[in-house]
């Protein structure tokens, strides 16, 4: 069963961080790209960042650049995303989502996360003023 499990949202203070988790299962990251979205209540699904491994390549969100970091350890089939300096606009659910065939050098293109093969369930994050 093809499934993607994020975890490590909570609840942080503004200035703070934290490292969120996407496990992948019943397939190979090598043959994927993997994506972060977030949404917050009310708000549109923003695309965060992504990275490919069949070409290999990665992308971030002008509003995270600078501050996030994305990062996969194929061994564990575990895509991640490092949030640094947070800040309160940062605040909402956070998905990973997976591609086949995907080069995140043209991510921007599937911002709006048309495209995606698999979903996650979420993970929140809170950040605190």
């Known amino acids: 069963e093809v499934k993607l499990v994020e975890s490590g949202g909570g609840l942080v203070q503004a200035g703070g961080s934290l490292r969120l988790s996407c496990a992948a299962s019943?397939?190979?990251?090598?043959?994927?790209?993997i994506a972060w979205f977030r949404q917050a209540p009310g708000k549109e699904r923003e695309g965060v960042s992504c990275i490919s491994h069949s070409i290999t390549s990665t992308y971030y969100a002008d509003s995270v650049k600078g501050r996030f970091t994305i990062s996969s350890d194929n061994a564990k089939n575990t895509v991640y995303l490092q949030m640094r300096r947070l800040k309160p606009e940062d605040t909402a659910v956070y998905y990973c989502?997976?591609?086949?065939?995907?080069?995140?050098?043209?991510?921007?293109?599937?911002?709006?996360?048309?495209?995606?093969?698999?979903w996650g369930k979420g993970t929140l994050v809170t950040v605190s003023s």
């Open positions: 019943g397939f190979r990251l090598d043959d994927y790209a």
């Open positions: 989502a997976a591609a086949e065939g995907l080069s995140c050098d043209f991510f921007s293109e599937y911002a709006d996360g048309h495209g995606m093969d698999y």
